[in-house]
């Protein structure tokens, strides 16, 4: 496929160009809201977080509401005045962030952004404060530049999607009517590599778990009962080793039957990605790689489930040695999905498969936390054509299909409930340090960003 790429239309691109360290600052004064939403000593600047996309939505002249949930507030702002004919998009965003602990891993401190080579340094500055922002930046260059719109415009921006988006599906069952729409777009993810804009095949679903192990009624001396009791430590270590087959195949039983393979194409399309296992692993400092054999490394991450371990807790771990047997052990699992596995039954196969794994003397319990659904996108259509037009005129090429391993839970109910088709264009970058620090956002993909959706505006406009 070769494409004639578009420029952006002149008065976007002046208006743009203009109004770049404004777009700067605001960008600025967003990130440096710590709109924490897993922490509930945050609550209140998640609240000022909504208030102030509130507030940058209705300058625009939008119809703005906040609306609250059981959770933090979804704020929906709408525009319909584009001619007739004009299709409706609803652009989804998230205005909270992950916690920016361990502080004292930030070059410069987490919610004070600073600009360093080039990239915005800040928690949220790519996921996704910066890239919601360069959505309203678009859709302030057309209504300042040209008075109007060549869409109608829905903007939905939530604050809970770090934690689950456990609110989000009812809130668009309700609104379904008012959400009502031709095409969602959604910038929350990266691009395959600097320069190469691209746009999302596949998002991985997710099935979080914490597993509590209880032996004894209390820690006690190793030396005095260590040998006949059940250690918690122990018992956690061996259900989660059974949770993998020795080939690093998730072993357990039923977990696979739901997955669809990707079709021939798109794992074909994957192939002929530039990627580097090399570099990979060196940016990483491993010196090999694990996972499922039988696929390359962007299929295992794209296109196969997992069952991963994020947090281990059981014993002394303080400084020097203490001769303990703790009476408790913790863990924190997720499995990463794909289509067809869902949530609520890989909840079911792990129960079992812990329940059969956990050893006669001490109790395991499963708590599910949160969990959502995987999606595969229509690859084809309108807007989809629209956007690979878009995005060539903002970064000069077009773009390739990647697919993502990391989750979206709302992308799946918006395709669902809406019916519409949801397009995916992200402006992160490999490297990005989202959820860890120092995270950044490209300024040039900020830039490049604000003029590929202020083109895509004009792209999915009637002809
Ligand atoms: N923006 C990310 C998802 C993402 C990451 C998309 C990388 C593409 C590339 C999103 O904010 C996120 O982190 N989601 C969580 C979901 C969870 C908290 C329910 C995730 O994937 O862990
Ligand atoms: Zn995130």
Redesign the pocket.
Known sequence: MTMTINPLDSALEAWLSNNDQRLHDDLFEFLRIPSVSANSAHKADVARAADWVHAHLARLGFTTETIATPGHPVVLGEWRKAPKGAPTVLVYG?YD??PAEPLELWTSPAFEPTIRDGNIYARGSV??KGQLWLHIAAIEAHLAARGTLPVNLIVLAEGE??VGSDNLAPFIEQHRARLQCEAVVIS?STMFAPGIPSILSSLRGLAYFEINVTGPNSDLHSGMYGGAVVNPATALARIIASFHDANGKVAIPGFYDAVRPFPDAVRAQMKQLPFDELDFKKQLAVDALGGEPGYTTLEKLWTRPTCEVNGLLSGYTGEGAKTVLPGTSMAKVSCRLVPDQDPETTRTLVEAHVRAAAPAGVTVTVTALHGGHPWRAELEGPVFDAAARALATAFGREPVIIGEG?SIPVVNDFARILKAPVLLVGFGLPGEN??APDEWISQDNFRRGMRAIAALWDEMAPK
Do not use: L, N, P
Request: net charge negative; aromatic share 0%.
């Open positions: 998230h962030v992950q996921d996704d999607e770090e929350d990391g989202a959820h």
